[in-house]
């Protein structure tokens, strides 16, 4: 997938490829995992309210294009479908595609006026911005940095499940990084607010997109250091230490809490 990162003028063509999108909803073929959509596919949607261009696909041009009412008229064969519907069924490849078209449309759509002096914004032709019309703020799509990290004990690993879940899903830590702190910081604060221990040797592990809104999560492992489990009611339901032989209900390897597990397991088996 190639990314490119301002609006392109590029004329419509027969293997241009659309991410259709209404609020937060995706159109997908109908119990099928999603992919983009083909020019004669949308034909009959009808007019749309916006468009960004996203780059190109195995040589095709993306472009994500908004309908701003869920009752848009349907194709016989498509349905909407919220982007977690997919988390697992499509693609990474398609998977990023669609997260970064809600991105922008969600950007697009919370900037339409500046947020320093109310005047209309516009799009710019330099780079990837809306521009205020009065006093020249530049708004560029936001992304909030996140850390998400696994926790290890000898042969066991820390899992939680957050109050916001599904009923037995158990699942690596993870927070927001605050204003004035590293990752490192951030992963070690977020542990000891949750689960109540202090962790060693944090290394490194990968990052992922991850459009729930706009966040990029940046991963980590973690040695256990010292403390008991004691849990943040607010955000934990449950947190325990689960052996590899008895891993609870956990994440898809498609989200990076999976694949931190999985890492897990096969340095533990290996």
Not at 107 to 125: A, R
């Amino acid at each position: 997938m190639v990314f490119i990162p301002a609006e392109t003028n590029i004329s419509g063509a027969s293997e241009d490829l659309f991410v259709v999108i209404n609020k937060t909803h995706i159109l997908c073929v109908e119990n099928s995992a999603w992919r983009p959509l083909s020019s004669s596919m949308t034909t009959a949607l009808g007019p749309y309210h916006h468009r960004h261009y996203l780059g190109t696909l195995d040589g095709e041009h993306c472009y994500a294009v908004y309908y701003d009412h869920l009752d848009a008229p349907q194709v016989e064969g498509f349905q909407w479908y919220g982007l977690r519907h997919q988390l697992g069924a499509s693609s990474e490849e398609y998977f990023q595609l669609a997260g970064r078209a809600l991105q922008l449309t969600r950007w697009y759509l919370e900037h339409q006026f500046c947020g320093v002096c109310g005047s209309p914004t516009s799009t710019s032709s330099v780079d990837r911005a809306l521009v205020c019309e009065n006093c020249e703020a530049r708004f560029y799509p936001r992304i909030s940095p996140c850390v998400i990290g696994l926790v290890r004990k000898g042969d066991m690993c820390l899992l939680a499940q957050g109050v916001k879940h599904p009923q037995g899903l158990y699942s690596t830590l993870a927070g927001f990084i605050e204003p004035g702190e590293s990752a490192e910081q951030a992963f070690a604060r977020e542990v000891g607010e949750e689960v109540g221990i202090e962790i060693k040797n944090l290394r490194y592990f990968g990052s992922q997109p991850w459009p729930f809104p706009g966040q990029l999560m940046l991963g980590f492992t973690a040695d256990y250091a010292a403390g008991e489990i004691c849990i943040d009611d607010d955000e934990i339901v449950d947190a325990q230490w689960f052996r590899v032989d008895s891993l609870p209900n956990i994440p898809p390897v498609s989200t990076i809490a999976g694949r931190l597990i999985q890492d897990f397991v096969e340095q533990v088996k290996g």
